[in-house]
């Protein structure tokens, strides 16, 4: 305002001035225009008089041509003179409107008439009465003319003066404005600067520094007016900044925690790993110490919903400092109903006790460890449920000891969704471990729980299944004794995990016990295995084709079958799909079986072909699953070699065999189910067999009958021989009859006394029960009776009928002692 003041007041004189100057200068400006005029009408009169003087003294006509001009233009000339004379002053107007009727006078009364008079009689106008008429004309013309110029040039003289003494004026005012407009700016510059622009730069400085994050920029409340409210709103502006900045950090760390929950906690199935990740995830972003107290049947993955008041256990505990004066994982806790935990946990509702020293109910259970939770400056709790699919599954309990850090209600709600994500997940561990608990005891009642003691090869197994995270498989094995003293070496692997492959296991695993009672081949049996998969494909696909891969994939597997004949001592090998075996001679070489591997189970439409190996007493056959061999860090090709490495390894008994294997390959853990079975092959000695060749004559039923019966007191089982010479002469009798030749006998004194009779003929006899007239169809049924099993198998060249007897108690044993009668009879 002040500068506008000076300015307005320098123009108020200056304006004056201005104006004065501008008048003088048009006033200067005028009467250089009238004297321009008057000079103008002067030269023109002049040019009239020179050419009417011209005319007269010459009398030429082109003399005339200046004065006609002359004449035509003065009276524009003169009428503009006055015009501008009176404009100027009414004086000079009045001495130009008299030049101008002199110069009509002039032009009227003397020049026309005397140069008319001349063109009709020059002599008449040469005369010096006309000559000095009109000089003296022409001299009181100018003599107005002089007049008039002179009064002019004093005006124009005067009001240059004035001009001059404006122009100065006018200087001296815009110079005293100019200097007070300069004094004033300097003035108001300086108060700009302290005033305005310096506070209004710290100002940009904090608002910098408070875009640049440094929310503790401030100013000094030094202004006054706009600039103190402008420095109270920066400050206030910081102070909210720094509020939301703290609650901003605060909501984005519990959101991280929220999302570092979602991914850290439930890695595992397992509900002891769950809970301890939870406590590792709420230390120490949340709570300083956390403990988990979860329901027995929670942690054991039963189903039943737990009564109020049931028995806690602590699964998980963990904080910034010692713990011990917290209960320790796996104690038994019950909380009393006053308790927050009790009351979070009866009530499915989360609970705050802001401060614990003011708190009763939460002191009432135990004071003596209340006073020593107190005592390391624990000052506040929050407890929250953990539920599941609406089942109660424990209490968490959050704790904190850094002050202030005390709990309020914001934290309660964080508490109960982080308790709400992480119930989720230990009930997902809770059915997963029941699932896995009950695949796990269906598959271990489906796997042999004893294996057989038979007189073909020593046993011994190992099953180790999968770990929690892949769950229960379907790798079985088996050992099943066969006729003659042969054993069946079975192992398989069933395409998936859980229930469902623990299922398909104890099927399949059944219908090959099934089908090595017909005493098939292994490569028939496979055959008849293969199809059976492929029906159960159909069946629980009712949508999908018998033999379709996409069924395979649904329900797969693989299956090594083997016999092997002590006797003979010869294995037969038949795979579908499975690695074969690796044999370890009795001095350590270990050697893989090779031979053709066909197709897995169910896929069906080619043939399975057997590999017949010959074996010495001792060779270990090891069959394994592809669990024990393979994995994500190892090939088949490495698992192979490491396996055989572990096998060359010497150990005193097979058992010890399994386990150096195991620890090996799977370091006492495996990624995927594995079973091995390990078969030391035994050999039966020359006196415990004997085979006779009997001739197709019904003659010689007799002597054979006696040759076994002598066979039987060489042995020392003389009791034995009416059922034993009964069943020789049925079965020889049997042969004969709907048989063909050869026909042989042979028996097998081991645990059991085997007899056996082959013939040609593929026809195998059946059991019938005989009626009152019918002549034959007892032999076999009286074999049946009086004998403890009895049974028929294909052979490459006909069939063989076998029975088995159990031998007295008195007979040697097994394991080699004996009893007193064969002592006597030796």
């Keep these: 305002m002040l500068l506008l003041g000076l300015i307005s007041g320098a123009f108020a004189f200056l304006l004056p001035a201005i104006v004065g100057l501008r008048e003088a200068v048009d006033l200067t400006n005028h009467s250089r225009h009238v004297l321009t005029s008057a000079n103008h009408l002067q030269r023109l009169v002049i040019d009239l008089e020179t050419g009417q003087r011209g005319f007269v003294i010459a009398g030429e006509e082109s003399f005339l041509q200046p004065w006609r001009q002359a004449r035509a233009a003065i009276p524009e000339q003169a009428a503009t003179l006055e015009r501008l004379a009176t404009a100027g002053t ?34 008449s106008v040469h005369t010096v009465a006309v000559t000095q008429d009109g000089k003296r004309r022409v001299d009181a013309i100018r003599g107005q003319f002089q007049q008039f110029v002179n009064f ?29 407009s300069i004094l004033l700016i300097l003035a108001f510059d300086t108060y700009l600067i302290r005033s305005i622009v310096r506070p209004v730069r710290k100002a940009a400085a904090v608002a910098s520094r408070l875009a640049d994050g440094d929310l503790t920029a401030r100013m000094p409340e030094t202004g006054a007016g706009e600039i103190g409210e402008l420095e109270v709103a920066f400050n206030s502006m910081g102070h909210s900044l720094e509020e939301s900045r703290k ?80 209960h320790p994982p796996g104690v038994p806790i019950t909380w009393a109903p006053p308790t927050p935990q009790a009351r979070s946990l009866d009530c499915d509702l989360p609970v705050i006790e802001p401060d614990l020293r003011a708190s009763t109910a939460w002191r009432s259970q135990k004071p003596e460890e209340a006073a020593r939770i107190l005592d390391q400056g624990i000052h506040s709790l929050i407890t929250t449920p953990l539920r599941g699919r609406g089942m109660r599954m424990g209490v968490v309990s959050f704790w904190r000891s850094r002050p202030p850090g005390r709990f309020d209600e914001e934290d309660l709600s964080y508490a109960a969704e982080l308790a709400a994500k992480a119930g ?50 379907g790798d079985w094995f088996d050992v099943i004794p066969l006729s003659g003293c042969r054993v069946a070496l079975v192992v398989g692997d069933v395409v998936g995990h859980g229930i469902h492959a623990a299922a398909t296991m104890g099927r399949l695993r059944t219908a090959v016990r099934t089908l090595a009672d017909v005493d098939l081949p292994p490569d028939e049996l496979l055959t008849h295995l293969d199809d059976l998969v492929i029906h159960l494909t159909g069946e629980e696909q009712p949508g999908t084709a018998e033999g379709d891969p996409a069924a395979f994939a649904e329900l797969g597997a693989t299956c090594l079958y083997a016999v092997y004949d002590p006797v003979s001592r010869c294995c037969t090998i038949a795979t579908a799909g499975h690695p074969l075996p690796v044999l370890v001679a009795p001095d350590g070489a270990t050697e893989l079986v090779s031979g053709p591997v066909g197709p897995p189970l169910g896929v069906g439409g080619l043939p399975f ?58 370091g006492g853990r495996a990624a995927d189910d594995a079973a091995l079975l390990l078969a030391r092959t035994a050999a039966l000695s020359p006196d415990q067999i004997v085979t006779w060749d009997v001739p197709a004559d019904p003659a010689v039923v007799t002597h054979t009958r006696k040759l076994a019966i002598d066979q039987l007191l060489v042995w020392g089982l003389a009791e034995m021989e009416f059922v034993t010479g009964l069943v020789v002469s049925e079965l020889v009798t049997n042969a004969m009859r709907h048989g063909t030749g050869p026909i042989q006998l042979r028996l097998i004194r081991d645990r059991t006394l085997i007899c056996e009779v082959s013939d040609g003929s593929n026809t195998a006899p059946h059991l019938r029960r005989a009626r009152v007239f019918d002549e034959g169809g007892r032999g076999l049924l009286l074999v049946a009776q009086l004998t403890q099993s009895w049974g028929t198998r294909q052979s490459a060249c006909g069939k063989t009928i076998w029975c088995e007897q159990a031998l007295p108690p008195s007979v040697p044993s097994a394991d080699g002692t004996h009893g007193d009668q064969v002592s006597r009879a030796a």
Excluded: W
Aim: aromatic share 4%; net charge negative; glycine share 6%.
């Design 90 to 123: 009414p004086t000079q107007g009045e001495r130009a409107r008299r030049i101008r009727q002199s110069i009509e006078a002039y032009i009227h009364d003397y020049s026309v008439p005397t140069v008319e008079a001349a063109r009709r009689d020059p002599a």
């Design 152 to 180: 002019e040039d004093q005006l124009l003289a005067s009001r240059q003066a004035r001009a001059a003494e404006a122009a100065v004026r006018a200087t001296a005012v815009a110079s005293i404005g100019v200097v007070g």
């Design 247 to 326: 609650l901003t950090e605060m909501a984005h760390r519990r959101l991280k925690l929220l999302y570092d929950a979602s991914t850290a906690v439930g890695t595992t199935l397992d509900v002891r790993r769950t809970a301890e990740e939870l406590v590792e995830v709420a230390v120490p972003e949340f709570a300083d110490f956390v403990t988990v107290d979860l329901v027995l049947a929670v942690v054991q993955g039963d189903d039943h919903h737990p009564d109020e008041g049931e028995t806690l256990c602590r699964v998980a505990i963990g904080g910034i400092g010692n713990t011990g004066s917290f």
């Design 424 to 473: 989720v997940v230990i009930d997902n561990a809770r059915r997963y471990t029941h699932e896995r608990n009950t695949a796990l005891t269906l598959q271990r009642s489906l796997l042999p729980q004893r294996l057989p003691v038979q007189p073909a090869v020593e046993i011994a197994s190992r099953y180790l299944p999968a770990g929690a995270q892949t769950g229960v498989g």
């Design 609 to 666: 072909e057997t590999t017949e190996l010959r074996l010495t007493a001792g060779t270990v056959i090891a069959l394994f699953t592809d669990g024990l061999i393979e994995s994500r860090d190892r090939d088949i090709d490495q698992g192979l070699a490491e396996l055989r490495c572990a096998l060359a390894l010497p150990t005193a008994s097979l058992e010890d065999t399994c386990d150096t294997v195991t620890g090996a390959l799977l």
